[in-house]
């Protein structure tokens, strides 16, 4: 077995520049009566990421058939996190578009984008969607942790899962307070040079009485405009963000839990109309987002029929713009406007029954509606509603020794959702399908230390308000005396947007390999996906002096609407891995993507290039410290149709160092310091109007009370 490992290792470590890592938190070794100096680091206790968001019940991340990955709240500490790029951004198959401004970032999941990613804030969906603004307006500072899960997901989550699905976790009493504490109070104070950034951060907890926990938090966060690498700033890019969480959770009669939510978040912003450009067009913009909740959990251990979530919701999103100049569409002083607002319920339940000794399955079961309703002052922004249906059952079944004569363990998960939805808006007819997204996956560990696994899934997504009902003015070209307009034009006839993808993948998970605090996880996987009435925005604007005559009224007139793209195909690559040590860790992370219409042949616009991304921490336990270093390489992206999209390659250095003294007076103390971009680098990312921050001197200052 020994020579196994051996072998293993010394092939990953040849390999090690494609490979990528989800980690778990990892306790600090204890103190012993001795000096410090003296002390050999004492075996860790290695914890496996554990996922929720993969098939709703907590399950090991690397034997989940499928590919997920799992951030925790010291990820985000560590990091520094100022916007979501900054929690998931670096993770293996995703990328965000749209430039350094965080209200333009637009998540991005194996090219898939905007509504064909799933994204939830504590179970809540979030279905604001926007030509050019974000689409998630959440603060960092408030989360416990996120997971991505990677590949198709409408079998469990419905609409919009054809790339994914990302979820962000907030705050609970248990992450500042242990469990023979009953109240906390911590504040953070944090500074960051490239967006001339300021941070404050507080945060109560308490337990008064056994089974009530109550979160209080509150963030605010000021940044002005964004020094490049060049040296040059990023006009027009003030944000003064103020975010807060109450939360409240209520545990009686043994099993049951009710616990409600509420999060904010408030930006008022001066920059471009569209955040992910650098043009003018400059507006006063205020971005609101209220997210309610209201969950009721029944979990009892001996209850293998019943195991129950419920969950009620409402999220608002509001982007409100004053025009502050006349550069653009429009006059100084034209107010803008989109609001959306998603009513929404889950409930689902899960039975578990042991078949023999040697077999078991758990299934969860359920159903879902949601409501959005949308609000436009805008033009190409309706108003508009729509109403979501669906069910859902997925069964895991598990067997050791399967068949009776293979070694190992086998896992099975077969899944089925149905849902139906209608659209309906102002300026044409309504929109309405159904759609049965199955889904197939399966894990086989012939031993403790290896795995195999397949799946195969259907996903859809139904056409956007955006897409169905826009009106009104998409851009004007000024032509001496005259104006060339281009028009938005509805398309209620647009079909759901459907996929196909097959993912097959291996998995290693070593232990004890230079000695007994050690591990080594990797898990790579290769996935196809076909995808058919895919929706893309066609503009037809007629050349000026080539197809038309500019100065006939009309004549150069062009219109935008969004159309049914027959066919298109994407295939990629992912790899992750972590190797664990009582004294340092290596993370490292791989991912590529290609993707075409195969009607035409045209690239699709959502792909990234190649990158590999690799995290290196030192452990130093006696002074409480670690110091890291944080690579990312991504390769010249030419997989574009237009050469003004192409981008030349990057290499980017992080350096971060925390300090958090355990014992003595400063207790509860932490600092945290770091370099981002250390080498000053000018680079710009795919589909993004505008470069990324240059070198950026960061710290972090925080401190926790618990009694």
């Avoid at 890592?21 to 001795?34: G, Q």
């Avoid at 898939?112 to 279905?127: A, E, H, T, Y």
């Avoid at 851009?475 to 996929?499: C, E, H, M, W, Y």
Wanted: charged share 25%; hydrophobic share 35%.
């Amino acid at each position: 077995m020994a020579s196994t490992r051996g072998l293993w290792l010394s092939l990953l470590l040849g390999t090690s520049l494609s490979a990528g890592v989800a980690f778990a938190d990892v306790a600090e070794p204890a103190e012993e009566a001795e000096e410090v100096a003296q002390v050999a680091p004492q075996p860790l206790v290695l914890l496996s990421p554990i996922s929720v968001t993969a098939t709703r019940n907590p399950v090991d991340a690397f034997h989940y058939p499928g590919m997920v990955s799992v951030v925790d709240r010291e990820d985000i500490r560590r990091e520094q996190a100022s916007t979501i790029d900054d929690v998931v951004g670096r993770l293996p198959g995703v990328s965000f578009l749209g430039g350094p401004r965080r209200s333009g970032q637009v998540p991005s999941i194996r090219g898939f984008s905007g509504p064909d990613v799933v994204l939830l804030i504590d179970g809540v969906r979030q279905n604001f969607n926007s030509g050019h603004d974000g689409r998630l307006f959440l603060e960092p500072s408030l989360l416990r942790g996120a997971e991505v899960l990677r590949g198709s997901a409408s079998s469990l989550y419905g609409s919009g899962g054809l790339g994914g699905v990302m979820e962000f976790r907030t705050l609970r009493a248990e992450d500042v307070l242990a469990p023979d504490e009953s109240y906390g109070l911590e504040n953070s104070f944090g500074y960051g040079s490239a967006r001339d950034e300021v941070v404050w951060t507080t945060t109560g907890v308490a337990r008064p009485v056994e089974n009530l926990d109550l979160v209080g938090s509150v963030t605010k966060r000021n940044s002005g405009t964004i020094r490049l690498g060049d040296g040059t700033r990023l006009r027009d890019t003030n944000d003064d963000i103020l975010s807060g969480l109450v939360k409240g959770g209520l545990s009686f009669q043994d099993y049951h839990r009710l616990e409600a939510s509420a999060l904010f978040f408030n930006n008022d912003a001066e920059e471009p109309n569209n955040p992910q450009g650098d043009g003018p067009d400059v507006v006063d913009k205020e971005i609101r987002n209220r997210t309610y909740r209201l969950s009721y959990e029944y979990d009892n251990p001996t209850d293998q029929w019943l195991n129950l979530n419920a969950t009620l919701y409402h999220a608002q999103n509001e982007v409100t713009e004053t025009r502050l100049d006349d550069l653009g569409a429009g006059p100084r002083g034209e107010e803008l406007q989109r609001d959306v607002n998603t009513l929404g319920f889950r409930l689902e339940n899960r039975s578990s029954f042991v078949l023999s000794d040697a077999s078991s399955v758990r299934f969860t079961y359920g159903m879902e509606a949601n409501r959005d309703e949308q609000d436009g002052r805008s033009p190409g922004v309706p108003d508009g509603d729509a109403t979501l249906y669906g069910a859902f059952a997925q069964a895991e079944l598990e067997w050791a020794e399967p068949f009776g004569v293979l070694p190992g363990n086998l896992q099975v998960i077969p899944g089925v959702r149905f849902d139906r939805y209608r659209s309906s808006g102002e300026v044409a007819g309504s929109n309405s399908d159904s759609a049965l997204s199955p889904r197939l996956a399966a894990s086989y560990s012939p031993t403790d230390w290896g795995m195999l696994f397949a799946s195969y899934g259907e996903a859809f997504r139904a056409p956007t308000f955006d897409e169905l009902y826009p009106s009104g003015t998409h851009f004007q070209i000024p032509i001496g005396p005259a104006t060339i307009v281009n028009r938005f034009v509805p398309n209620p006839d647009l079909k759901p947007q459907r996929s196909r993808t097959f993912e097959i993948g291996a998995g290693l998970n070593f232990q004890e390999i230079l000695d007994e605090s050690d591990s080594l996880h990797l898990k790579a996987a290769r996935y196809w996906t076909r995808a058919k009435d895919f929706i893309d925005l066609e503009v037809n604007q007629p050349a000026p002096f080539v197809d038309c005559i500019p100065f006939i009224p009309g004549n150069c007139d062009g219109t935008t609407q969004a159309v049914n793209v027959a066919r298109a195909k994407l295939s990629g690559n992912e790899v992750e891995a972590v190797y664990d040590h009582s004294r340092f860790r290596l993370a490292l992370g791989y991912a590529d993507i290609d993707g075409r219409n195969d009607e035409t042949g045209d690239y699709l616009g959502v792909l990234f290039p190649p990158r590999v991304t690799a995290d290196a921490t030192l452990r130093i336990p006696e002074i409480d410290s670690f110091l890291g270093w944080r690579v990312t390489h991504a390769k010249r992206f030419t997989k574009t149709d237009d050469e003004a999209e192409e981008r030349d390659a990057y290499t980017t250095h992080d350096l971060y160092f925390g300090w958090a003294p355990s014992d003595g007076l400063l207790t509860g103390l932490r600092i945290d310091l770091g370099v981002d971009n250390v080498t000053d680098k000018t680079y710009a990312r795919a589909y993004a109007g505008a470069n990324e921050p240059g070198r950026n001197f960061k710290g972090l200052v925080s401190y926790r009370l618990t009694w």
